[in-house]
């Protein structure tokens, strides 16, 4: 599948991912940002992914990044600028070529042995892990993540060119002025303390946790507010399904805290939305999860997925202190403003862009 914004005066950038930036999660909302950000700075933005009618593209990730890779060389001109997608990179164009990981084959496949089957973290390691290092070669290499660059240079052997991490509006994603508001919108209770969990049905974001571990512990104090599509949320939990992205800022303004319990992450999005709305976020140390232990302040609120009663010790303090939930507060803001903000994404990929030309 191929799709194209025009634009052009300053050249094509042909972009390889598994699924349309139409479609899904974070991986998806960085091309639609990023794809933006190219079109509005005058290049003509390509984009080639899997193909929606073949069986063999949408269940075999490895074959559909060869077929991509296939379509996107009998597209290429020289002067065109490859802006790939972690293996799906392996087989594209080299020349003028930047590969960004949003986290490695490798890595994934260590974090998640408890999560997937033997067989399938067995054939991830055997083919796409092996993809992905291909991939590192002859290109200009984007970790979005100190972790995930860590993970690239200690898995791979090679080194990581740039570390840009994944952005948001800070004005759109802003601290609430009036919780009550939005809550009232999204039919949530008025007068209870509403914990945040986003993807219920990614057995990466660590549901399991948070369901088996967290929730009984809490006994009934807290309310956990639930986006995403499952079966399995308990009773006593509130579900929003799935939400637009256009309205998930008022969510996260109309909650207290975001709990993110990930097995696995590169660069969360949900994470710096949070962090962005200025609600306090506890997460497990992978990812900007684990960039975050070196924060003052919110290095307190990253917790080891083996310790689930330090979520429950943390998240009744935010609810039994206005001090300390403030001053968590402010210190994810500072932090978003200073890190994750969408102009500095802006002009990190520009430059690096306008530097291969």
Known sequence: METEEKGGRRGRVLISTFRPPSQGGGVERFLYTLS??????????????????????????????WRIGMRMRRDHNMGDIVLCNNYFSWNAPREHSVVVFHGTERGRAEATREVFSRLRNTLVRL????????????????????????????????????????AVDTKVFAPATAKNGFRRELNLPMDEFLVLFVGI???????????????????????????????????????????????????????????MPSYYE??????????????????????????????????????????????????????????????????????????????MFRTRYISLIESIE
Not at 209 to 230: H, N
Not at 285 to 301: E, R, S
Not at 319 to 343: C, F, G, H, I, P
């Open 127 to 166: 083919v796409n892990s092996r993809l992905d290092k291909r991939a590192t070669s002859g290109r200009v290499r984007v970790a979005v993540s100190n972790s995930t660059k860590g993970e690239i240079e200690s898995y791979y052997k090679t080194t990581v060119d740039h570390v840009i991490p994944n």
């Open 266 to 343: 590169g660069c969360s999005l949900v994470t710096i939305e949070a962090l962005s709305c200025g609600i306090p976020t506890l997460v497990s140390p992978t990812g900007i999860g684990k960039d975050l232990q070196t924060v003052a302040v919110l290095c307190d609120y990253v917790v080891p997925l083996d310790q689930p009663e330090k979520y429950v010790e943390l998240l009744l303090r935010l609810q039994n202190s206005d001090v300390e939930w403030r001053r968590v507060s402010r210190a994810s803001r500072e932090t978003a403003v200073k890190e994750y903000d969408l102009e």
């Open 36 to 65: 933006k950000i190219l079109k509005d700075a005058g290049y003509e933005v390509r984009v080639f992914s899997r193909n929606e009618k073949s069986w063999l593209e949408q269940r075999i990730r490895p074959y559909a990044a």
């Open 201 to 259: 049905g990614d057995s990466r974001k660590g549901a399991d946790v948070l369901i088996d571990s967290v929730l009984p512990r809490l006994k009934g104090m807290q309310r956990v507010v639930v986006v995403g599509k499952s079966e399995d949320v308990p009773e006593e939990a509130i579900r929003l399904g799935d939400v637009p992205f256009e309205e998930m800022h008022k969510v996260y303004m109309a909650c207290d805290a975001l709990i």
